[in-house]
């Protein structure tokens, strides 16, 4: 039995495409369905999208990821930055900063030396080690090892070379950086505090040339009463010492008449007005063990009374006295031109004294107001029997630059101002 080819749920039915409409339409299809029609906008499978939407995910995450790592190496490279710049800073102010001799990490200090470093990072002195004499390490990187053959770690006695180890940590970026650096610290002479300043207004003249300053000391000790020091290895030297039978004393003398030239320049002026006066001695070596007590030495300068000649004087001969507890000055009195050698326990490294007292600009102005009673000064010890200070006991106690020393910069000088 044929069946209509057009009857009702026939088997051509089934079997026959669906009409065509435009691109892309939803059009019936067999027992119900809905089949989408191809073209060239056809619309994206659910694989495809799915596809899509995965790749915009990695390429989103590696954006992301690139940018925090920029972030981040930034943010270190300015930590980095900031550490390198502060430490290289330190280390010059560290270089322009006096010498301590047998320094400790606190007299090398930001606050100590007077640097402040950048805000949010820290400079900390670690350790300070002291030269034995030994080689210093010449590689360009030496290890620990190489170090410590060099410095050590205690301080006998200063040797004018020191190694400073400090950290500097900074949160610059809002990440921590940190290094630790060294640097050797030579003595150069530096004075612990930085030249007075003059009165406001005033000038001033430094008297300083070998021809316009007389100094000279002389020799307790048997055989060398008669001794002048005048030439010879010891004529850059003056010598302090109270040490019974071995007493050395020092005399100095500088020119202060009008007219008298400057080393920084011009000659002292007639008639000027003396307004401050400031001596200044360097001692570069200290013999023996001083034994002046927990803190300090101290020294006296006492007015001279009589004349003497740096080409001539000897102990036998010098226009002081030579008894225990007497005084240069005129009637035995005391001198109140006292200054400090060492600021702690066995701290006697080589310094410049900087002199100023209210007798030392009296005696300056009445030098140069008569230059008839310029006789200078003789540097002692200020011992008990005079002063109530404890004195040294070993030879050959404190020696100070003379004004033929081969170290100009180290001569003693005479500043005044006016």
Not at 11 to 23: C, G, I, K, T, V
Not at 96 to 102: E, K, P, T
Not at 325 to 347: R, Y
Not at 361 to 390: H, M, R
Request: hydrophobic share 35%; glycine share 10%.
């Amino acid at each position: 039995m044929r069946v209509p080819a057009d009857a009702p749920g026939s088997a051509l039915e089934d079997q026959q495409e669906p009409m065509m409409s435009p691109a892309g339409a939803i059009e019936p299809g067999p027992a119900g369905t809905r089949v989408r029609q191809g073209g060239p906008q056809a619309g994206f499978s659910l694989i495809e999208v799915l596809a899509a939407m995965a790749i915009f995910m990695l390429v989103a995450v590696s954006i992301f990821t690139g940018v925090t790592v920029v972030i981040r190496s930034d943010s270190a490279q300015k930590g980095r930055s900031t550490v390198t710049v502060a430490s290289r800073n330190y280390s010059d102010a560290l270089a322009d900063s006096a010498y301590v001799s047998c320094g400790t990490p606190a007299d090398y200090s930001t606050e100590t030396i007077g640097w402040t470093p950048p805000s949010g990072t820290s400079v900390s002195v670690t350790s300070v080690r002291y030269w034995n004499r030994s080689a210093v390490p010449a590689a360009s990187n030496p290890t620990e090892a190489q170090w410590s053959a060099a410095f050590g770690a205690t301080c006998g006695s200063d040797t004018g070379l020191q190694r400073i180890t400090y950290t500097v940590i900074s949160n610059a970026g809002g990440r921590i950086s940190k290094t630790t650096e060294s640097a050797l610290k030579r003595f150069n002479g530096s004075r612990p505090e930085p030249q007075a300043d003059p009165p406001p207004g005033g000038n001033l003249c430094v008297i300083a040339a070998s021809d316009r300053v007389s100094t000279a000391w002389v020799n307790e000790t048997a055989g060398k009463k008669d001794t002048n020091y005048s030439t010879g290895s010891s004529s850059g030297e003056m010598n302090i010492l109270y040490l019974a039978g071995t007493r050395r004393f020092s005399y100095l003398k500088f020119d202060l008449r009008p007219a008298t030239p400057c080393v920084n320049g011009g000659t002292l002026p007639s008639s000027a007005n003396i307004v401050a006066a400031e001596v200044s001695l360097y001692t570069f070596n200290i013999g023996g063990a001083p034994a002046c007590g927990a803190n300090s030495c101290w020294h006296v300068m006492e007015r001279v009374q009589g004349a003497w000649d740096q080409s001539n004087i000897t102990w036998n001969n010098q226009p002081c006295p030579t008894g225990y507890g007497d005084s240069c000055q005129a009637g035995g009195t005391k001198s109140t031109i006292l200054f400090e050698h060492g600021t702690g326990a066995f701290n006697w490294g080589p310094r410049f004294q900087r002199v100023q007292a209210t007798q030392l600009l009296d005696d300056v102005k009445s030098f140069y107001a008569s230059p008839s009673t310029n006789y200078g000064w003789v540097i002692k010890e200020a011992c008990a029997q005079t002063y109530g200070k404890v004195c040294g006991s070993a030879t050959p106690g404190f020696q100070m630059r003379s004004s033929r020393s081969s170290d100009v910069a180290q001569r003693p000088t005479l500043t005044v101002w006016y």
